[in-house]
């Protein structure tokens, strides 16, 4: 909340779940794979609906934030609807990154 705290956008806290799967941290890297593998954990963990962001973190991809405006996507089908975050992002865990950017993320996600 506090990244979006001059915004009319708050977030609760829902659950948290820890999953440990090699398949989802050893990537090859290619954009293609990283989104195969994103829409898998998503149809796999994700929780809520629509207007419950959930957030992914791993050690083995980018950043990105994946929804369809609409909802549905060129067949009709529910799109993706979530946002992956490398793990290493993270406050404390490198000298050169502040912990901003699930909050980045999140505002593509939201549309800003």
Not at 17 to 27: E, T
Not at 52 to 63: F, I, K, P, Q, R
């Amino acid at each position: 909340n506090e990244g979006f705290a001059d915004t009319p956008f708050r977030f609760v806290d829902a659950g948290t779940q820890f999953v440990v799967n090699d398949r989802y941290v050893f990537l090859n890297d290619t954009e293609d794979a990283e989104y195969d593998i994103s829409v898998e954990v998503d149809l796999k963990y994700h929780q809520g609906g629509r207007a419950d962001l959930n957030a992914y973190y791993s050690t083995g991809w980018g950043n990105f934030a994946a929804f369809n405006t609409d909802g549905k996507d060129e067949d009709g089908n529910v799109g993706p609807d979530y946002v992956f975050v490398n793990a290493y992002t993270l406050p404390g865990l490198d000298a050169e990154n502040l912990g901003h950017t699930l909050t980045h993320e999140t505002g593509h996600w939201l549309g800003l």
